[in-house]
T-cell receptor
Framework: DVKVTQSSRYLVKRTGEKVFLECVQD?????MFWYRQDPGLGLRLIYF???????EKGDIPEGYSVSREKKERFSLILESASTNQTSMYLC???????????FGPGTRLTVT | GENVEQHPSTLSVQEGDSAVIKCTYS??????FPWYKQELGKRPQLIID?????GEKKDQRIAVTLNKTAKHFSLHITETQPEDSAVYFC?????????FGTGTSLTVIP
């Protein structure tokens, strides 16, 4: 079974803090993704990566950056957290081409 | 880009009845359509998918139908059980990008 893990299930941070969300997958997937999930808005793509050192902006990249130094690890960085970034963050991975996404358990981030 | 619309946003059914969730898409290049189930507090998990060369696919109580001409696809759950209660997401994949619907919250009333 594919395993996608995220470093924290719950996180509380203060406005202005730098926040790191880590994601690790163990299936040698080339593709990795970061989504945020908000009620009524579904899943929105923040950033994605098709290879090590490679990153592409998704639909809502503002206020976020990412890092992919190793194939299995994809990090989401909030340079200066704001209250409107309070959300559920989901990491996912997949093989290249048209294949399903495998999701991590999510990190519920609260910015106060 | 692709636009995926999902209806209804909420759905309540009696245990044993059927549930149908519909999605429409706009980009004719979309040719892979997965469905995800997300139980409360858990990760979305793939429950069934269909590719554009197939019109229907079944897996026990779950089926998906695809109408490429009309650009819509549907999830059908028969003989619903309380454990089917969850949020269901459809998605359309153009090959370049995955687009999710906004989700349907299904409640199965015992």
């Amino acid at each position: 079974d594919v395993k996608v893990t995220q470093s924290s299930r719950y996180l509380v941070k203060r406005t202005g803090e730098k926040v790191f969300l880590e994601c690790v997958q163990d299936m040698d997937h080339e593709n990795m993704f970061w989504y945020r999930q908000d009620p009524g808005l579904g899943l929105r793509l923040i950033y994605f990566s098709y290879d090590v050192k490679m990153k592409e902006k998704g639909d809502i990249p503002e206020g976020y950056s990412v890092s992919r130094e190793k194939k299995e690890r994809f990090s989401l960085i909030l340079e200066s957290a704001s209250t409107n970034q309070t959300s559920m963050y989901l990491c996912a991975s997949s093989f290249p081409g048209q294949s399903s996404r495998y999701f991590g358990p999510g990190t519920r981030l609260t910015v106060t | 880009g692709e636009n995926v619309e999902q209806h209804p946003s909420t759905l309540s059914v009696q245990e044993g009845d059927s549930a149908v969730i519909k999605c429409t898409y706009s980009d004719s290049a979309s040719n892979y359509f997965p469905w995800y189930k997300q139980e409360l507090g858990k990760r979305p998990q793939l429950i069934i998918d269909i590719r554009s060369n197939v019109g229907e696919k079944k897996d026990q109580r779950i089926a998906v139908t695809l109408n490429k001409t009309a650009k819509h696809f549907s999830l059908h759950i028969t003989e619903t059980q309380p454990e089917d209660s969850a949020v269901y997401f459809c998605a359309a994949d153009t090959g370049n990008q995955f687009y999710f619907g906004t989700g349907t919250s299904l409640t199965v009333i015992p």
